[in-house]
Structures are given as structure tokens and as C-alpha cells.
């Protein structure tokens, strides 16, 4: 993608190396959950948030909130380009949501989450659980339990209601509890109480 | 209210604390439930080792060098 270069002053320069380069990481790892973990498609996302970052220094405040700026940048990035050229657009697994909507009506909507049946995983299950939910899901909790954004602010970065960020998020931990059970389950980790 | 519905709302609650989401009122309400009520308490340490265990165990990888030498290279700086 060839990019219109904006020059920018030095100390315009300086701030972007100081307050925004050091977030790459967490934007490539955030690029990666948005495009299903395809490193190249990751990386152009990542170029193409910077890029629009640099275009737009101008408008950047020092002292602000930098990392939620980029990853805005990034999410709206994400859907203005990568939406319309993926085969098949991102949609909503209805069968994970039904199940627990049932859970839900039986007052079954917390799970308890046994630290001696997940103590001894030691692979990427928690990754794989985290990128099977439904990408609305997903979000949120990279959002939220990895990179440590407050409500507010993912309610500005994904263009949400607060109540829906508190809803979506209370689904998605106990998808992923109830995932990561199953996980257990069929790996056979035993129940340790008597 | 049923024992559930008491379960759910104090798990809200705790959810809420989690995410620093309680005004300081609503906290000092949540503390002193759980320095009355080790139940309270117990729900709060597991839900906290869950989201820890979560962060611990969610795949992070690195920006390469050379996504970051892209970037750099498209800094112009313009004349004084």
C-alpha cells in the first residue's frame, strides 16, 4: 500500500518515538486477534496505523492517551480495509451464544473457575480458547484483561456503549471459562477434590 | 431474592471491582462485605486468579524489527 509521506516537525518526531512507537507490541498482538493470526495482514495493519498516526500528529496531544488513540486508529483501520477483502467476513458464532444464553436463563451465568483443574495446562489453550470466541467477544477481553483498558476507553476504541462493553465482556469470560473447561475435560485433567 | 440472584449481583459486583469499574462508595461497600463474609472474599480471589491466569497464559509476541524499521522509515521530518 503505497503511503502519502507528511512530514513532520522534529519534535513531532521525537513524541511519536517516545509516546507512541514503544505500543507496536501490543498493537501487533491486538492486530493479530483482529485478523485471526495472520502475521503479514497483522503487520500492514500495524504499518497502516502508524502510518495514519504520523499523517495525523497534528492532531495527537502530548500527554494524552496514546495507546488508546492507536488502537482506535488500528480497529477502525481494521475495518475499513481488512473487512471487505476477507473471503469470509467476520461473523458471530450464534451456537456459542445460544448455549449460553440458555446457561443464562437457568441463573447458571457465573462458572466457577477451579484453579486446580487449569493449574497444570501448559500449552496454548487459553490462546486458542481466547480465539475461538466470537470476534465482538474477543475484543473485549483482549481489550480489557490483556491490555488494561477501562471501560471508557473501549467504549471510544470499539464505538460502544459503556453498558455493552460491561455486558459483552461479562459474556465473553464466561465463554471462555466454560471453553477452557471443556479443554480440561477432554484432556482429561482430573478433579483433584475428593 | 434467590440465593442465585444474591450470587449473581455479588458477582457483578466483584467483576466490577475487577475492572475498577465501582465508584469509591460502591468499593467501600464491596469491602466491607468481604471482611464480613469470607464467601465474598473467596469469590473475589477467584475471579482475580482467573483473569490473572488468562493475561499469564495469552499468547504475546513481539513487533519484528522490521515492522519497526518500516515505521521508522516513514518519518519525514520537515524543514525548520
Same mark, same amino acid.
Given at each position: 500500500?503505497e ?16 509516546e507512541?512507537?514503544p505500543h507496536?507490541?501490543s ?18 495493519? *500495524?504499518?497502516?496505523?502508524?502510518f495514519?498516526a504520523?499523517?495525523f ?9 496514546p495507546?488508546a488513540?492507536?488502537f ?7 475495518i475499513n ?9 467476520t461473523k %458471530? ?5 445460544i !448455549?449460553? +444464553?440458555?446457561?443464562?436463563? !437457568?441463573?447458571a451465568s457465573?462458572l466457577?473457575?477451579r484453579?486446580d *483443574?487449569?493449574?497444570n495446562m501448559m500449552?496454548?489453550?487459553v490462546?486458542?480458547a481466547?480465539?475461538?470466541l466470537? +470476534? ?6 483482549i481489550?480489557?484483561?490483556?491490555e488494561?483498558?477501562?471501560?471508557e476507553?473501549?467504549?471510544?476504541? %470499539?464505538?460502544i456503549?459503556?453498558?455493552t ?5 461479562h459474556r465473553?469470560?464466561?465463554?471462555l471459562?466454560?471453553?477452557l473447561k ?5 484432556f482429561?485433567?482430573k478433579?483433584?477434590? @475428593? | 431474592? @434467590? ?5 449473581q449481583?455479588?458477582?457483578?459486583k466483584v467483576?466490577l471491582y475487577?475492572d475498577n469499574?465501582? @465508584?469509591?462508595e460502591?468499593?467501600?461497600a464491596l469491602?466491607q462485605e468481604?471482611n @464480613?463474609d ?5 469469590l473475589?480471589?477467584?475471579? +482475580?486468579?482467573f483473569?490473572?491466569? %488468562? ?6 509476541r513481539?513487533?519484528?524489527?522490521a515492522l ?9 521530518i520537515?524543514p525548520a
Open positions: 500500500m503511503q502519502q509521506l507528511h512530514p513532520i516537525t522534529a519534535e513531532q518526531a521525537l513524541r511519536f518515538e517516545k507512541l512507537l507496536a507490541d498493537l501487533f498482538n491486538f492486530a493479530m486477534h483482529l485478523t485471526n493470526y495472520k502475521e503479514e495482514d497483522s503487520n500492514d495493519l *500495524v504499518q497502516d496505523a502508524y495514519k504520523l499523517r500528529m497534528d492532531k495527537y496531544e502530548a500527554g494524552t492517551n495507546k488513540w492507536l482506535t486508529i488500528l480497529k477502525n483501520a481494521f480495509e481488512y473487512r471487505k477483502k476477507a473471503k469470509q467476513p %458471530v458464532d450464534f451456537e456459542d451464544i !448455549h449460553y +444464553q440458555q446457561d443464562d436463563e !437457568h441463573g457465573h466457577d473457575f484453579d *483443574v487449569f493449574e500449552g496454548d489453550e490462546t486458542k481466547i480465539s475461538e466470537p +470476534q465482538e467477544f474477543r475484543t473485549v477481553i481489550l480489557c484483561d490483556i488494561g483498558f477501562s471501560y476507553e473501549i467504549a471510544l476504541i %470499539v464505538d456503549p459503556i453498558g462493553v460491561r455486558s459483552r465482556l465473553a469470560r464466561n465463554l471459562k466454560e471453553k471443556r479443554y480440561a475435560e477432554q482429561g485433567y478433579d483433584k477434590r @475428593s | 431474592m @434467590s440465593l442465585t440472584n444474591n450470587h449481583e455479588l458477582f457483578q467483576s475487577l469499574a465501582l @465508584s469509591a460502591e468499593q467501600s469491602m468481604i @464480613s469470607p464467601h465474598t472474599l473467596e473475589l480471589s477467584k475471579e +482475580q486468579r483473569r490473572d491466569f %488468562v493475561k499469564a497464559r495469552t499468547e504475546r513481539s513487533a519484528s524489527p519497526i524499521q518500516a515505521i521508522r522509515e516513514k518519518i519525514r520537515a
